[in-house]
C-alpha cells in the first residue's frame, strides 16, 4: 500500500489567503493527566478532495456522495515532462477504462516552497476532455488551475461535470501505472472539501517500477 499523503502540521503550508493549520495542545499527561490535541483546518488543507460546492453555489457537498465514491480504480499519468507553469493538454492524456486519473507532474518534491505555486495545470480543452469522460482527478499540485487564477475555469469545468478533484497529493512516482485509490474525506456535514488520508494499492498483475 502507497500512503499518498502530506502530513498536516503547523509547517503544513495553505492555498494563499486561506486559514493555516494549527496542531497544538488542549490537554496534557503533566497538567491533566491525559492528552487532548486542538486541531484547526480549513477544508482544504493538505491533501484534500474538493466537491463541486466549492465553487458552484448549487454544487453537491461531500456528504451527498456515498462513501464508495472515494474508492476509484485509477490510472496514473506521466507529465514530468512539464515545467513551471506548463499547461496538460487533452493530447497528454490517454482514453483509460478507469475512474479516475492521477496526473504525476513530480510537484510534490517542492511542496513547502515558494516554487510550489508555479505548478503545471490542466489547459481548459483538458479539462473538457476529463469531464466529458467522467473522470475524477487527482493532482500532485494545489489543483487543476494555476494558483491565483481569478475564475478557476478547470475547476468550474471539472466540477460542473459532478467529478471530484484530489489535490496536493505525494508519491505518485512510486505507483504502478493501475492502482486503486482511495481518499477519504473526513465526514463533515455539508463540506465544500476535506482533507483526505489518500492511499493506493496494487491492482493485480501490476508491478511496481
Known amino acids: 500500500?502507497?500512503?499518498?499523503?502530506?502530513?498536516?502540521?503547523?509547517?503544513?503550508?495553505?492555498?494563499?489567503?486561506?486559514?493555516?493549520?494549527?496542531?497544538?495542545?488542549?490537554?496534557?499527561?503533566?497538567?491533566?493527566?491525559?492528552?487532548?490535541?486542538?486541531?484547526?483546518?480549513?477544508?482544504?488543507?493538505?491533501?484534500?478532495?474538493?466537491?463541486?460546492?466549492?465553487?458552484?453555489?448549487?454544487?453537491?457537498?461531500?456528504?451527498?456522495?456515498?462513501?464508495?465514491?472515494?474508492?476509484?480504480?485509477?490510472?496514473?499519468?506521466?507529465?514530468?515532462?512539464?515545467?513551471?507553469?506548463?499547461?496538460?493538454?487533452?493530447?497528454?492524456?490517454?482514453?483509460?477504462?478507469c475512474d479516475s486519473l492521477l496526473l504525476h507532474t513530480g510537484w510534490d518534491a517542492h511542496w513547502g516552497t515558494p516554487e510550489y505555486d508555479d505548478h503545471p495545470h490542466l489547459s481548459r480543452d483538458a479539462a473538457r476532455w476529463c469531464a466529458d469522460r467522467g473522470y475524477d482527478v487527482g493532482f500532485d499540485t494545489a489543483g487543476p488551475d494555476p494558483t491565483g487564477a481569478e475564475s478557476f475555469p478547470a475547476h468550474r469545468i471539472l466540477l460542473r461535470a459532478d467529478c471530484l478533484l484530489v489535490e496536493n497529493l505525494t508519491g505518485l512516482g512510486a505507483l504502478p501505472e493501475r492502482v486503486r485509490l482511495t481518499a477519504l474525506p473526513l465526514a463533515l456535514v455539508g463540506a465544500d472539501g476535506a482533507p483526505v488520508r489518500a492511499v493506493a494499492e496494487r491492482v493485480d498483475g501490476e508491478a511496481s517500477d
Open 1 to 97: 500500500m502507497f500512503d499518498l499523503t502530506h502530513p498536516l502540521s503547523d509547517e503544513t503550508p495553505v492555498y494563499p489567503g486561506d486559514p493555516p493549520v494549527r496542531v497544538s495542545p488542549a490537554a496534557t499527561h503533566e497538567t491533566d493527566g491525559y492528552r487532548v490535541t486542538d486541531f484547526r483546518a480549513n477544508s482544504h488543507a493538505g491533501t484534500h478532495v474538493d466537491a463541486p460546492a466549492h465553487l458552484l453555489a448549487d454544487g453537491r457537498t461531500l456528504d451527498d456522495y456515498p462513501v464508495e465514491r472515494f474508492v476509484s480504480d485509477a490510472r496514473v499519468v506521466d507529465c514530468t515532462g512539464l515545467g513551471a507553469g506548463d499547461a496538460i493538454r487533452a493530447a497528454d492524456l490517454p482514453d483509460a477504462d
